[in-house]
């Protein structure tokens, strides 16, 4: 018995010392296969990327950026199962790094699971301590909490981070434009200027479905598609024959890929204005991604046809 545990313990050393003397060979071959799937993944290809990943992540299985890549590549063909789980592999060799836990989280609101996604960013800044990694992660808990309806708690993780541009948001969000048009003035960012024109623009317009949709469009052009969803589809209901609404809500999900539900608003914008150029412009895109070139150009020769 003792002899078979010698046996043992010399094969699992004679393997180590195979697997260390190897590591150079190994990290080279693997660079090789990342290099690949980087090039892959400019190109969408995403099944073939995803390939070349996992061969990396099987010659470096305890490598954060492989295991990283490896689940981002799982999002990208829309395998959100997968992708957490390698997502949440990552995190378990790096904890203290705060794209994990965006990642999760975002996973777990894009299938409007919000109470996962700020229990996930609170375990982030359980463990995170950098200052600036701990914004990111305040600032996604604070957009969360806006489209929880919780007002109180997405001030204070707005307020944590020390920027007027999100407290501006903030305030914008619940329609108080003035206190919004303040902080926007004491920031110097492209968006906080944009915002700020934009509040001007709110402020003096009357209309209330209008100024929810300057504000919702302006969200949506500046990459805060989700914060904009809500806003449309609240005033869409109320509002059922406002084509601009519509159009920026086929926008908005336009922007998040969910392209049956920008489909349905754009139809819906391009019956109540069949001449309205903007409108086909969007569904030009909307084919474009679906890979219907021939649909995408139909569309856009109309929006062109229509300016």
Do not use: H
Request: charged content about 25%; aromatic content about 12%; overall charge positive.
């Amino acid at each position: 018995m003792k002899k078979k545990i010698l046996i043992i313990l010399g094969i699992i050393l004679v393997l180590v010392g195979i697997f260390f003397a190897t590591k150079p060979y190994r990290t080279s071959l693997a660079a090789t296969y990342l290099s690949l799937g980087d090039k892959l993944m400019e190109n969408q290809e995403y099944p073939e990327a995803k390939t070349q990943y996992l061969k990396a992540r099987l010659l470096l299985p305890g490598n954060f950026g492989v295991t990283f890549k490896v689940a981002e590549t799982y999002e990208k063909l829309g395998n959100y199962q997968l992708s957490y789980s390698y997502y949440n592999k990552a995190r378990k060799i790096l904890p203290n790094d705060p794209k994990t836990y965006l990642a999760m989280a975002n996973i777990n609101w894009r299938n409007n699971n919000l109470d996962k996604a700020v229990e996930i960013l609170n375990k982030g800044l359980d463990k995170i301590s950098n200052n600036n990694d701990r914004q990111l992660l305040q600032i996604n808990l604070g957009k969360i909490y806006l489209i929880k309806k919780d007002s109180a708690k997405a001030k204070t993780a707005f307020s944590d981070t020390g920027s007027n541009y999100w407290l501006g948001i903030y305030f914008a969000y619940l329609g108080d434009y003035q206190s919004a048009k303040n902080y926007f003035r004491k920031e110097t960012t492209d968006n906080a200027k944009l915002f700020n024109q934009a509040t001007v623009k709110i402020i003096n317009t009357k209309s209330e479905p209008t100024q929810k949709a300057i504000l919702a469009q302006m969200l949506n052009q500046t990459g805060e598609a989700r914060l904009a969803l809500p806003i449309l589809k609240d005033l869409v209901q109320k509002n059922p024959e406002y084509r601009d609404a519509w159009i920026f809500l086929g926008y908005s999900n336009l922007e998040l890929g969910n392209s049956s539900e920008a489909l349905a608003a754009l139809e819906t914008a391009q019956k109540l204005d069949p001449i309205y150029p903007l409108t086909y412009e969007l569904l030009a895109k909307l084919y474009q991604n679906k890979g219907n070139e021939a649909k995408a150009k139909e569309y856009l020769d109309r929006a062109n046809a229509l300016k």
